[in-house]
């Protein structure tokens, strides 16, 4: 279940597909009588992507309004207002897909699997892979994890994603530099985990890690710290003067959003 703050729904997905509800209030009989109502049925339509499967995990972006659906390996999006099929990504992981958030900001998908592994994808304009209206083809993949990743999220006030996994660890990803930037051991096996903003007694945002391990616990870190090492510089680019053929250790060119970016062999 998700919060879309930008129409004042909720939605909720699982084994009946996926639906958009609001709160509607009438006045009878004297008395105020609030109801929840569907607005929208995102799963109404014959796609063979959707019908007859279990959503397994959902996710939002209210800046973009993408809605992430995870149906066994492939990773719907969809835009929340018209409820319109934007893309599919198949066969992204070997292992079962765990999670999978977007990153308006560089327009990248982050996906984590079973198998440990975080992957990174970038929007691809001419490819062939049948991955829906938009193609993604894979950018980085993160393998510091050793056992199954099971939450990806982004870090709250800045270009980071935060994973958690059966390992016991908790790691934070530079999603500009395409590195890991910063490990907490817990030594407990992480089922879950939310990344969440808090306003403390001086009007000031704090970012928080709420995880939940196997041993029933519920932790909360503070993960404003690795901040203190990591700031980036961003410009627009609206013209490219560089001989692309000249850079003999170049390894990929990327444009993400405003950017052109320009990562060598060792993905920096």
Known sequence: MVYNEALDEIIIAGSGGCKAWKLHRSYGNGVMVFDLKVTKVYTKYNMEDMMMHWISAIEFDNESQRLILIIDDRVLCLNANTCELISVLRNCHEAPVTGAVWYNRSQYFITCCAGGKVKVWAIHHDSDMDFGKLDYALLHVFTGHTKAVTAVQLHPMSGLAVSVSLDGTLRVLNLEALE???????????????????????????????????????RVWSINDCLGFFNVCRAKCERCHTAIETLKELCVVVEAGEDIRVFTQRGR
Request: hydrophobic letters at 45%; aromatic letters at 6%.
């Open 180 to 218: 890991e930037i910063y490990m907490i051991q817990i030594m407990q096996p992480l089922i879950y985990m939310k990344c969440v903003n808090i306003i403390n007694d001086n009007s000031e945002k704090i970012s928080m890690c709420i995880g939940a391990s196997a041993d029933g616990i519920i």
